[in-house]
């Protein structure tokens, strides 16, 4: 055998011997990851509630140490979004330079995984709460039993809330030489990317409630306006229908009254009293005769005596004549003084005033009518002063309540507030109202009260 035969069958020999080794170094590498899986998801599952949930944990505890934790939890169903997760961890083992990382390596790996997969996920309360610094600590010493570490490089600890080296890039990344691997990088980008997604969606509810808000305060105005608008419409629709009716029975007041002559009216007012009327005087004679003849003549006076020259016979009768009576002056006859007439106060009626107090006083009326309001009286010592005070026909007093404000408050204060319960009005003091330029104008105000 020469040298080159024996150096071709010393390597053969050197390469059996260390295969198995290596195979044998691989297989505690993956065995270690799955184990670490298999203890990350059943502290995940402790922490859930539900049938599916207690099963999954039932399944792992019954599997053994490196057991495919994915399968199992896929099988059950309804945790996918966590079996994602776990397969994302155990990523690790499928990598060719953890399979040929030493059993130090390993463990350094394995621990940088569990920090960087912890750093992701700590805000999400079914991985933070679960992987208490605790419970890592215990995962890791279980890892570490697994796989020794090396004497020169020892585990970081691991501390909840802090990140560490290379906790956003897998483990497998970034070569020995310092290469970022391209898949690593697609990761990164793609997170951004539902981060960036996840920040618009946020925007995009807060923009969507600020203008459903604004959207329905400008309903809530538009229905506000549109119900007070159709109320001031109401309002003014009634108060031109009252005036227009208000209108059309003074016009016909006016139209069936006579209508007297505002001279005589005048008269009336100033002297209190009805017009005089001249006295009768005596017809005047045809043929009027001196006073003289229509006085008596007296007769002649007969004596018995001697008989004159001339004279009659003694037995005759002597009439002896009369002096001519003188005339008599008469005085033209007056007329007789006509009666002085009493003085007396005067009563009559007047419709409600307008706003500003003013009765008008061709609505005036000496009885009470169904339009009268307020009755007036006058002292004859003061015929332009009138007191007055609210009368009206019983039937009428609802329709004055209901439209008091244009009929009684211009005239009238009163004690209380009006309830729509009172149905009557009762006096408590006269009001005063002054006669000017031909109108009754109130001077001050009665007092009533609502009852």
């Avoid at 402790?46 to 896929?74: H, P, Y």
């Avoid at 309804?78 to 690790?92: N, T």
């Avoid at 009336?268 to 003549?297: F, H, Y």
């Avoid at 016979?313 to 007439?341: G, H, K």
Wanted: proline letters at 9%; hydrophobic letters at 35%.
């Amino acid at each position: 055998m020469n040298l080159t035969q024996f150096t071709f069958l010393s390597v053969i020999a050197l390469v059996s011997s260390v295969s198995p080794v290596s195979a044998q170094a691989q297989s505690t590498n993956q065995a270690a990851v799955d184990t670490l899986t298999k203890d990350v998801a059943m502290a995940v599952f402790s922490n859930q509630r539900g049938e599916k949930a207690n099963e999954i944990i039932n399944q792992l505890s019954a599997c053994g140490d490196g057991c495919d934790v994915v399968s199992i939890i896929k099988s059950v169903g309804g945790w996918d979004a966590v079996g994602v997760k776990m397969e994302e961890l155990g990523r690790l083992k499928n990598t060719a330079q953890f399979q040929a990382m030493s059993t130090g390596q390993a463990n350094a790996a394995i621990h940088r995984e569990l920090a960087r997969f912890y750093g992701r996920y700590k805000n999400d309360k079914n991985y933070g709460v679960p992987l208490r610094p605790d419970v890592q600590a215990r995962m890791l010493a279980k890892i570490d039993g697994m796989l020794p570490p090396t004497a020169t490089q020892q585990p970081a600890p691991v501390v909840a809330g802090q990140p560490t080296a290379n906790q956003d890039q897998p483990a497998d990344s970034v070569d020995e030489n310092g290469n970022i691997d391209p898949q690593a990088i697609q990761i990164s980008r793609l997170q951004r990317a539902v981060k960036d997604e996840r920040t618009n969606r946020i925007w995009m509810i807060i923009f969507s409630a600020i203008a459903g808000m604004l959207v329905g305060a400008g309903v809530v105005y538009f229905m506000l306006y549109r119900a007070l608008k159709q109320e001031v419409d109401r309002l003014s629709t009634d108060n031109a229908k009252l005036s227009r009716d208000l209108d059309a029975i003074r016009r016909q007041k006016i139209a069936n009254e006579p209508r007297q002559s505002q001279p005589e009216n005048r008269r009336r007012l100033e002297n209190n009293a009805p017009p005089r009327s001249e006295p009768p005087r005596p017809p005047a004679s045809a043929d009027p005769k001196p006073v003289a003849e229509s006085l008596p003549v007296t007769p002649p006076v007969i004596r018995s005596g001697t008989p004159v020259p001339g004279a009659p016979a003694q037995n005759d009768p002597v009439v002896e004549p009369m002096a001519a009576p003188e005339a008599v002056q008469t005085q033209p006859q007056s007329p007789p003084a006509s009666p002085q007439l009493s003085a007396r106060s005067e009563v009559f009626y007047f419709p409600p005033p307008d706003p500003n107090g003013q009765f008008d006083n061709a609505h005036r009326s000496d009885t009470l009518s169904p339009e009268s309001a307020y009755r007036f009286s006058t002292n004859p010592d003061t015929p332009d002063v009138a007191t007055f005070r609210f009368e009206a026909e019983p039937g009428r007093v609802a329709r004055f309540l209901t439209y008091r404000n244009y009929m009684i408050e211009p005239a009238c204060d009163s004690e209380n507030s009006f309830s729509s319960t009172y149905t009557r009005i009762a006096m408590r003091r006269d009001g005063e109202a002054v006669f000017e330029n031909g109108t009754w104008r109130v001077k001050s105000k009665a007092l009533i009260r609502y009852e």
